[in-house]
């Protein structure tokens, strides 16, 4: 898998209208990723694959993804409007969306019908992959027999903690392998991160559910269990 990074991150430590949004080659403007569950954004009704035109005025056109993250987060506490383009529709729309402080939402972890262990994991933040493993113990110990791990609309955070919720399944082999497309960095070696046995939690079925807005970090971890053929990998193309 290849993926670009070109994500917000760690909303509990800053400022913004929650989301993840990335400003792809073959966009102008930048599109919301995923939104951050109760977060401003998701309040106020914006979606994955919605498009931000404007801020406050002020066209995203030609900004880069600092300059419009700290649109987004400044000033705190005042709203901030944006003109936001919508599939199917044919004209922009004025939303107005409170900057704040979003906290990661929690692992929703439960059991399902015939013993399935469901996981959500809505942001991959620091502590999330210890979250995941104590939530997937409990059900484990209450008797699950196979695990679905929900990752739609699953958006930035960080790539170890993806890479050690993979590590929850996945007894051995790779789970990913760094490089870079930047040409100045062509000749700066590959690192292969291999699974650490000693972090295995289950070997129990596994399946993973995707979508538009699974992007980044959450990438990694359904890639590796389809390259290690450790479960399946089920629903739309991901980001």
Do not use: C, W
């Not at 987004?72 to 004209?91: H, Q």
């Not at 993979?166 to 690192?191: C, D, M, R, W, Y």
């Amino acid at each position: 898998v290849r993926f670009y990074r070109e994500y917000t991150a760690n909303p509990q430590k800053t400022a913004g209208i929650g989301i993840v949004f990335a400003k792809p080659p073959r966009l102008a403007y930048p599109v919301i990723v995923s939104t951050i569950p109760g977060g401003p954004a998701a309040k106020a009704g914006l979606n994955s694959g919605d498009i931000i035109e404007s801020i406050d005025g002020v066209t995203t056109r030609e900004l880069n993804m600092v300059q419009i993250t700290a649109m987004l987060a400044i000033p705190m506490g005042k709203p901030a409007s944006l003109s936001v383009i919508r599939s199917r529709r044919s004209e922009p729309e004025t939303v107005s969306v409170n900057r704040e402080i979003v906290p990661p939402p929690p692992v929703e972890a439960k059991m399902v019908e015939n013993n399935i262990a469901y996981i959500k994991i809505p942001y991959l933040s620091s502590g999330k992959a210890q979250e995941t493993r104590r939530q997937l113990d409990s059900l484990l110990k209450k008797g699950a027999t196979s695990v679905i791990l929900d990752l739609r609309y699953t958006a930035g955070g960080d790539d170890k903690e993806a890479l050690d919720v993979a590590n929850l399944f996945i007894e051995s082999g790779t789970l990913v392998v760094l490089g870079s497309s930047n040409t100045a960095q062509a000749k700066k070696p590959k690192e292969t991160i291999s699974a650490d046995p000693k972090q295995l939690l289950t070997k129990v079925p596994l399946a993973i559910i995707v979508n538009q807005g699974t992007a980044g970090p959450a990438e990694l971890i359904a890639a590796a269990v389809e390259d290690n053929h450790r479960g399946q990998v089920v629903g739309v193309k991901s980001f």
